[in-house]
């Protein structure tokens, strides 16, 4: 039997969960076949009621998915209640663009004379692509977990889901899947439309599983690399969208440093200790000018973590890790300890204390910019704007990168972005990478090793992840989905490269 | 030296070219990183210019490009004359496309108070990635070679290319490159944002480069697979876009075997003998009905193979392919051999006459579903649909399905356009797969084996492959692109949700 651990006292009790068997995997991948052949026949109008109906059922259930969360994961019932909403929201956002219809990239070319001669008429939509594995991730479970964005952008799209279950809270991934799935059987959805599988071979048989067409991850590097060695293995490829490590550098220049540097050190410290430092989007290394006005903005960022407490790790892996990494370069001298919070008092459960730790620039090396999953930060003092420069190249590619910076500074910044948009999926100016909205325009994702593709987990692109176009040729009209038929007006369309409103 | 052979007679001559050596492929990828970085500076009209310019230069040097082509191929002149046109016409098409800039995905969310809080702004669009490493297919030695579509699509997105030269026209590619990279120093693009490398070893160099940001590629499943497993050996994963292989089902109703069959048999032996048959969208399987109708369409698809001569094959290798492949089905009693046309009279030379196979739809296996690169076509005969529909699972997937059907059928060609739907890119109705119309709507792609992608190689949206999406949060206008800022107008964009023209 599957255990589940309180990560406060480290105490594992026994789930009632049994770790999924292949034979088990194997019956709800296809029963999400057959329910993904089946909503293929129903139209937008249903999907996106399907995914107000999941919403309303999160919301429904708030309390209960909030306290077993909180069991779980110690992340506190103020922050959780806060993912339920917003895994609600995510939902219903992605039930508005289904509505909308923008996403199915509608293009519709008359047949006729061309400059190349006579030619047919061409309609393309966007098409749901089967049944796609989903795998939640630690440090959020609700919006990037059972009920997160990859779930909600593979059902907008027209598929079915499986979920692999994260091993750090069993018992919300069960809850949250209990609460979806009767919420979608009470809507009409067929049975196996959402699938769930728990333990690590069932999440194997899940990427290797031959009607598995797509696999959405949130994890870590060496967790997303064993996947995608899997899904190598497979006779058909399949695509592996894998939000996988990010160090999110954050520039403070001398003009922001002298304005406002103790109000950066405040909102620093809130963002590398947020959630206990377990955000994909962290800050893990801050540049801050040499001379007193960045001296100022190191001593409030220092006394911030000093004071502060140690706070709970999702888990013992995680925890370990982090002690790991932050003794390992202390001893290694490649940096010094600026900052380090009071330890938990009485050695129970999975804590870490505020840390951080100082260097030079000029002397930043690969092995201090590595990922530390945790309250932790690495901030590097600078001269000149050109030594941040060097510096980034030993800083791996990141989800995003933060300037902190003054008006009057504009060209110097102006070339430093230049310098950092070829790294990074998303630029914050003046605040800190920790929020990501929902939102039509956002943009989660990055160059390696942030994520392995050209994609979006979060906002309403997401769901062109899980979609392949499908183009018709001089089709007759009683074939043709709805929106691709002349008469139709219910969607943005671009007609003989003309952009139409819907 | 290289060599270049005369397919026509099956003579080698040097062709004056050196493989390029690793040290070499190394200074051209460089050059294209660096003039990557220097054209990511200049806007979308000098972009748009620029394609243009390439398109002129094209048809410019049309006689010698087109001579050179026949000499390498032996496809004609004519038909060669028409790819010039072609391409010319797909680096103009992706000219409009960059000035309309509805590509770039623009989207602008607004800061302010949501139903999760107050919100930054975030403007997002879509960037070029880099270096983008092209080969050219050995069947289409301008539109899908250096001059062709991949090439066109990510110079379109903002991206360097460096080309390998297929083995099969080296002294087209040579030239097709001299065209292209004069024009583009003629219009005043930096050196290096086109490079090209000769010889097997260099391809695997550019596919392992560091500094290459993903690959395109049309040519065989087996040449495709060899380069995704040098890929998956990269430190950091990149996209390969494969288009690969494909049978192309092609489906005849007893209606349309009644009302008109013998046009459909002049038509599927024009589309399956084109360019000796030599498609990645030839229709390799025919389903036609049982009984006289379906008898009388098949006897005039044999006639006209019967009465066909050989035609010259593109290489040695497609060559004995061809012959093995036809050679094996008949000895193993797979298929009757119907029809084959007269083979060339002395030896010379690289030909393959009209071939015709016969096999039951019932009895049809994978083994001969398989695609044979030449003018050689399977009849499958069938009593029912459902014959059919059991059939094509020994079909691959697939780029394109074809149905020849009449008005009264739509009930029975709807329930077939379903169950083709899953497994191809592109439903042709009335028609023959093998033209594929360069357009806005088009998309030329498929489920494994046909492509590893959900992207379109042919088209304006094959673009999307070589960007990737960045966002700014909170950005002070100065630092943004000119397309996400408030005043700006000119093309297309999703602002706090709604679509407006540009």
């Known amino acids: 039997m599957l255990t589940t651990t309180d990560p406060r006292t480290g105490t594992a009790t026994p789930t009632g969960l049994l770790p999924t068997t292949a034979e088990q995997a194997d019956e709800i991948v296809r029963a999400a076949r057959a329910a993904f052949a089946e909503v293929s026949t129903r139209d937008r109008a249903w999907r996106a009621g399907l995914l107000d109906a999941l919403a309303d059922a999160l919301e429904a259930d708030r309390a209960g998915l909030v306290a077993v969360a909180d069991r779980e994961t110690g992340l506190g019932t103020a922050r959780l209640d806060g993912e339920v909403s917003r895994s609600a929201f995510q939902f219903r956002l992605f039930a508005e663009a289904v509505r909308e219809g923008g996403y199915l990239e509608v293009a519709i070319d008359h047949g006729g004379p061309t400059a190349l001669g006579p030619a047919p008429e061409i309609r393309r939509l966007l098409v749901p692509i089967g049944p796609v594995a989903v795998f939640g991730s630690s440090n959020f479970p609700f919006a990037f977990s059972v009920a997160g964005g990859d779930t909600a952008s593979a059902l907008a799209g027209g598929n079915a889901v499986v979920l692999k279950a994260h091993s750090s809270h069993l ?10 799935s009767a919420a979608a059987a009470a809507y009409g959805a067929p049975d196996g439309l959402l699938g769930i599988v728990y333990g690590t071979a069932a999440g194997a048989a899940l990427v290797t599983h031959p009607l598995v067409r797509a696999v959405g991850f949130t994890g870590s590097l060496g967790g997303g690399q064993a996947l995608m060695d899997l899904i190598a293995g497979r006779d058909e490829p399949i695509p592996f969208y894998g939000e996988l490590s990010s160090l999110n550098p954050l520039v403070v220049t001398p003009g922001a440093a002298a304005a406002r540097g103790e109000g950066i050190a405040d909102g620093l410290f809130g963002s590398f200790t947020l959630g206990s430092g377990q955000f994909c989007t962290k800050p893990g290394i801050a540049f801050v000018p040499n001379g007193p006005d960045g001296d100022a903005l190191v001593a409030r960022l220092v006394e911030r ?20 990494i932050r003794d390992r370069l202390v001893a290694e001298g490649a940096v010094e300890l600026l900052a380090r919070g009071s330890e938990a008092g009485d050695g129970a459960g999975f804590t870490a204390a505020p840390t951080v730790l100082g260097v030079d620039a000029a002397r930043l090396t690969a092995a201090v910019a590595e990922e530390a999953f945790g309250p932790l930060i690495v901030v590097a003092r600078y001269d000149t704007q050109a030594e941040i420069v060097a510096a980034l190249d030993a800083v791996p590619d990141s989800l995003t990168a933060t300037v902190h910076s003054e008006a009057d500074e504009i060209d110097a910044v102006t070339a430093l972005v230049a310098e950092l948009e070829p790294r990074v999926g998303r630029l914050v100016f003046g605040g800190y990478p920790t929020g990501v909205r929902v939102s039509w325009a956002q943009h989660h994702g990055g160059p390696w090793p942030a994520t392995n593709s050209q994609h979006t987990s979060v906002g309403v692109s997401a769901i062109r992840r899980f979609l392949r176009p499908l183009a018709y040729q001089d089709a007759p009209e009683a074939v043709l989905p709805v929106e691709l038929r002349d008469g139709f007006r219910g969607v943005p369309r671009r007609v003989d490269g003309v952009l139409q409103l819907g």
């Not at 018992?171 to 979806?180: G, P």
């Not at 013992?316 to 790991?324: L, N, P, Q």
């Open 171 to 180: 018992e919300t991934s069960a809850r949250s899947f209990a609460v979806l």
């Open 305 to 324: 973590a000093t004071d502060a407490a140690a706070s709970v790790l999702l888990n013992a892996r995680i925890a370990t890790s982090f002690d790991e």
